[in-house]
């Protein structure tokens, strides 16, 4: 797992792991042809931000005949989680409910977005409501 220093993604780090979570493993140079239509990046540059993240925690590789096979140490869902409580914590004051009430007036939600967070929500409050 990475270093406290090391949990976040820069920009380019999180591009290269999105396609490294939808392949769920991969060599360098089937992340660089997956990336290619929405991302056209060198193979060396593909194959020094993989190391990077291999160094940071982030993924493991195993070496099968010629080619270093990549997966990842950590799922999207764990990042997405990381990044939010950074984006609470820095922003809002460690506040959810300064998050969510931020997210909730700045952005174009749908009516069907709503009614899917006031799910989430009553779903929460059931399960504390029968955690009493």
């Known amino acids: ?24 493993e991969a060599t360098v140079r089937q992340v660089q042809e997956y990336l290619n239509p929405t991302k056209p ?10 190391g990077i993240l291999r160094d ?14 990549y997966q990842p140490c950590v799922t999207r869902a764990q990042m997405g989680r990381r990044s939010l409580r950074e984006l609470r914590d820095r922003f809002f004051e460690g506040s959810a ?12 939600l749908s009516v069907d977005e709503i009614r899917a967070i006031r799910r989430e929500v009553d779903r ?9």
């Open 97 to 108: 409910r300064g998050l969510v009430s931020h997210l909730l007036d700045s952005q174009r």
């Open 56 to 69: 940071k925690g982030f993924l493991r590789s195993r070496r099968q005949a010629r080619a270093d096979i």
């Open 41 to 50: 990046m060198a193979y060396n540059t593909v194959l020094t931000m993989m």
């Open 1 to 24: 797992m990475p270093e406290k220093r090391d949990r976040r993604l820069t920009p380019l780090e999180a591009i290269i792991m999105d396609g490294v979570w939808d392949l769920s």
């Open 124 to 132: 929460k409050l059931r399960e504390h409501r029968d955690a009493d």
